[in-house]
């Protein structure tokens, strides 16, 4: 991508507000637009907005000035979930949940801190996680046919919740990690993950679609090294699924998939 394209992606930024006398700099102007090209390359079902305060209309007008530049070519959704904005692939979200439900039970780890350590959720929390992920997956579905009938380039929006939703999990399934977290909300919002050995999983690729050197960190999640064997099958899917969307790809080169176990006196959710 030739240097006028990149300065177009940090003036693409301007129509995020954002609470600072001073913009982003041009290399987190980059990683943004790079968290998005992931998205629309369908590596990554969606991405958990988290740049600076904005809402889903200058959200919206963001993703479409990128779209100006012909950084984009799929249709991307932006979906509201209480005060959380994400920027969904439509079609990748709702194949990725597809897969999900239909699998072999929901892969959710119950952390709720009266647990101590964490266990696989009990078949009841599974089977109402799934009912959620379900109301989700229908309403994705729903706004297709809204996508299919706008022009291209055009971003559209939709909003769902329910105060029922541990937020926790539902992101953790639309963001495509192999497995999610949950823990009970009506007791606490501590988790029992301090202290205990956590399997990190970090994905990254270069992005010479956007600049040379640009090396973006896609993904980074973890598994409890307890239940590690327990998810093994799971994960390993993952990977595999992850490797063939990428082989079908060319904005991203040099896939890494980075594993280690850590020890942390507190993880926050």
Same mark, same amino acid.
Request: one cysteine or more.
């Given at each position: 991508?030739?240097?006028?394209?990149?300065?177009?992606?940090?003036?693409?930024?301007?129509?995020?507000?954002?609470?600072?006398?001073?913009?982003?700099?041009?290399?987190?102007?980059?990683?943004?637009?790079?968290?998005?090209?992931?998205?629309?390359?369908?590596?990554?079902?969606?991405?958990?907005?988290?740049?600076?305060?904005?809402?889903?209309?200058?959200?919206?007008?963001?993703?479409?000035?990128?779209?100006?530049?012909?950084?984009?070519?799929?249709?991307?959704?932006?979906?509201?979930? #209480?005060?959380? $904005?994400?920027?969904?692939? =439509?079609?990748?979200?709702?194949? /990725?949940? *597809?897969?999900?439900?239909? !699998?072999?039970?929901?892969?959710?780890?119950?952390?709720?801190?009266?647990?101590?350590?964490?266990?696989?959720?009990?078949?009841?929390?599974?089977?109402?996680?799934?009912? #959620?992920?379900? $109301?989700?997956?229908?309403? =994705?579905?729903?706004?297709?046919? /809204?996508? *299919?009938?706008?022009?291209? !380039?055009?971003?559209?929006?939709?909003?769902?919740?329910?105060?029922?939703?541990?937020?926790?999990?539902?992101?953790?399934?639309?963001?495509?990690?192999?497995?999610?977290?949950?823990?009970?909300?009506?007791?606490?919002?501590?988790?029992?993950?301090?202290?205990?050995?956590?399997?990190?999983?970090?994905?990254?690729?270069?992005?010479?679609?956007?600049?040379?050197?640009?090396?973006?960190?896609?993904?980074?999640?973890?598994?409890?090294?307890?239940?590690?064997?327990?998810?093994?099958?799971?994960?390993?899917?993952?990977?595999?699924?992850?490797?063939?969307?990428?082989?079908?790809?060319?904005?991203?080169?040099?896939?890494?998939?980075?594993?280690?176990?850590?020890?942390?006196?507190?993880?926050?959710?």
């Amino acid at each position: 991508m030739e240097a006028v394209r990149r300065e177009q992606l940090v003036f693409a930024t301007q129509s995020l507000r954002m609470n600072r006398k001073k913009g982003f700099s041009k290399s987190r102007c980059l990683q943004l637009a790079a968290e998005i090209l992931a998205v629309d390359s369908g590596l990554k079902p969606s991405f958990l907005f988290d740049y600076c305060v904005s809402n889903a209309e200058q959200i919206q007008n963001y993703v479409q000035e990128l779209w100006k530049t012909g950084l984009l070519s799929e249709h991307l959704h932006v979906l509201s979930i #209480q005060d959380n $904005i994400l920027i969904t692939n =439509l079609n990748r979200t709702i194949r /990725h949940l *597809e897969r999900t439900l239909q !699998g072999n039970g929901l892969p959710v780890i119950d952390v709720s801190l009266h647990r101590k350590i964490p266990r696989l959720a009990e078949s009841w929390l599974t089977q109402q996680v799934e009912a #959620q992920v379900d $109301i989700i997956w229908k309403h =994705l579905k729903s706004q297709v046919i /809204h996508a *299919e009938i706008s022009t291209p !380039g055009v971003v559209t929006a939709s909003e769902i919740f329910s105060p029922e939703w541990n937020l926790c999990t539902v992101f953790g399934f639309l963001l495509g990690f192999p497995a999610s977290y949950w823990f009970d909300s009506n007791q606490s919002f501590e988790n029992c993950l301090g202290m205990t050995q956590l399997r990190a999983f970090s994905v990254s690729a270069f992005c010479p679609r956007i600049t040379e050197n640009l090396n973006h960190r896609m993904y980074s999640f973890s598994v409890p090294e307890i239940l590690y064997l327990d998810l093994w099958s799971m994960v390993e899917t993952w990977q595999r699924n992850l490797q063939s969307d990428f082989n079908k790809q060319s904005s991203f080169c040099d896939l890494c998939i980075s594993t280690e176990v850590v020890c942390l006196p507190g993880i926050t959710l």
